[in-house]
């Protein structure tokens, strides 16, 4: 499959620094079909065990234990003790394929008691099965799709789903961005916005007694707005920003936050979650994420090599920042080019490349930068042990 064949080039400066190299260049990369067309929002999307399920994976604190008690807890009360899972309100995430979108071997409740059941060890059987049964219950909830050319959106014809959770509190936001494939564009310079894009609500919040602020907001006039406002609307500045959310043409779409809610639109859309100004004593805003996308091998294998948020994502962005910074240090140290690379040789190289090429130049500045990442971590470690 040629990526003619696949994607329209564009180029795009956004104001973003998500790059592995030094090249100003960043190409946009929009799929040529099946991109969704509108906004469509769905209540309970989610029924209330899962949302349950999802709430608690994403905000108790993770033990070490795996004594057999613990695990036969587990597997006997089938929901409670999710604190040996992982550590509390960290993000994640997972990717699955659409094979198993649609396989019916993949059961989302035998995965999900199976990642229980396994205790610390089941972690990516629970993310995967909560991606699964999201993806499928967004759906199945919107129904028919349809996609900008006005043909029936095809599920079947995209490679998966990325699938993510973050979990917030008082006066958190997200910036006003485009989805797209992250680690791709860090190495590679070319955005590529997912097919359809969209969030599932799972925190206990009906009205505004349990929520206020926290609104997802969608805005329908796609890349051209984008081009406008830029990565976190950096290229038109927040007041301009903040003006085109209150003015009534500018195409924005709110969703306000409930429990069980749905909404899926057109992969290239920007949009933002308001700061949340109140949340009920005790109670976190968490919100699953959900990126589709095409078949095209480069970016499918960087997708199922590190998902976003996953900790394999986070590692090897962390690896990559402390390899450019490795890579100035002995630059600036009077390295010569013949031994040291540039930066922007490094830029089409990635991490797993060099590991299996320990001859490369730039193996032992990546060794070094490992080190540093896992220095960093253990610091962090010791940090949240001792608070």
């Given at each position: 499959?040629?990526d ?13 620094n ?10 946009l990369?929009l799929?040529?079909?099946?991109v969704?067309?509108g906004?469509?929002?769905?209540d309970n ?10 709430y608690d ?9 795996t ?7 587990i597997v006997g ?9 992982r550590e509390?309100n960290r993000p994640w995430?997972?990717?699955?394929e ?7 071997e993949?059961s989302?409740?035998?995965l999900w ?11 990516d059987?629970c993310?995967?099965a909560i991606a699964l049964e999201?993806?499928?219950s ?7 799709l349809?996609?900008?050319e006005?043909?029936p959106?095809?599920?079947?014809d ?21 989805d797209?494939a992250?680690?791709f564009r860090?190495e590679?310079q070319v955005v590529?916005?997912p097919?359809v ?5 799972v ?5 505004s ?12 006039q796609?890349i051209?707005?984008?081009r406008?406002?830029g990565?976190k609307?950096?290229l038109?500045g ?7 959310l ?18 899926l ?6 949009h933002?979650?308001?700061p949340v ?6 109670l976190?805003?968490v919100v ?16 199922l090599r590190a998902?976003?948020h996953?900790?394999a994502?986070?590692?090897t962005?962390k690896?990559?920042?402390?390899l450019?910074t490795?890579?100035?240090s002995s630059?600036?140290s009077?390295?010569?080019?013949s031994?040291c690379p ?8 990635r991490a ?5 090429n ?8 990546l060794?070094l930068?490992?080190?540093k990442?896992?220095?960093?971590e253990?610091?962090?470690s010791k940090?949240?042990a001792i608070?």
């Amino acid at each position: 499959m040629k990526d003619d064949d696949v994607f329209n080039y564009s180029v795009i400066h956004d104001g973003s620094n998500h790059s592995n190299n030094t090249e100003k260049v960043t190409l946009l990369a929009l799929a040529k079909k099946n991109v969704v067309e509108g906004i469509h929002v769905k209540d309970n999307v989610l029924s209330e065990v899962w949302c349950d399920r999802v709430y608690d994976y994403a905000t108790t604190e993770m033990q070490t234990s795996t004594d057999e008690e613990t695990k036969s807890s587990i597997v006997g009360s089938g929901e409670q003790k999710l604190k040996t899972l992982r550590e509390a309100n960290r993000p994640w995430g997972n990717y699955i394929e659409t094979k198993e979108i649609f396989g019916s071997e993949f059961s989302s409740e035998e995965l999900w008691l199976k990642g229980v059941a396994a205790g610390i060890d089941g972690s990516d059987l629970c993310e995967k099965a909560i991606a699964l049964e999201a993806v499928r219950s967004l759906l199945a909830a919107v129904g028919d799709l349809h996609t900008s050319e006005g043909a029936p959106f095809d599920m079947k014809d995209t490679h998966g789903a990325a699938v993510w959770c973050l979990s917030s509190t008082e006066s958190d936001s997200v910036d006003y961005h485009i989805d797209y494939a992250e680690l791709f564009r860090y190495e590679t310079q070319v955005v590529v916005p997912p097919l359809v894009a969209g969030t599932v609500q799972v925190s206990a919040v009906w009205g505004s007694e349990q929520m206020q602020g926290g609104e997802l907001a969608v805005n329908g006039q796609g890349i051209a707005h984008y081009r406008r406002f830029g990565y976190k609307g950096k290229l038109a500045g927040p007041q301009a920003l903040e003006a085109d959310l209150q003015a009534e043409s500018s195409g924005w779409v709110c969703v306000p936050y409930r429990r069980g809610r749905g909404t899926l639109f057109g992969g290239p859309l920007p949009h933002l979650a308001r700061p949340v100004r109140f949340l009920a004593a005790g109670l976190r805003r968490v919100v699953l994420g959900v990126n589709v996308f095409p078949r095209h091998p480069p970016l499918n294998e960087c997708c199922l090599r590190a998902p976003e948020h996953s900790r394999a994502f986070n590692r090897t962005v962390k690896l990559y920042q402390a390899l450019k910074t490795s890579s100035s240090s002995s630059s600036s140290s009077g390295s010569s080019a013949s031994s040291c690379p540039a930066p922007s040789a490094a830029s089409r190289l990635r991490a797993s490349d060099l590991l299996k090429n320990p001859r490369h130049p730039l193996a032992r500045l990546l060794v070094l930068a490992a080190r540093k990442v896992k220095q960093s971590e253990r610091e962090a470690s010791k940090e949240t042990a001792i608070t």
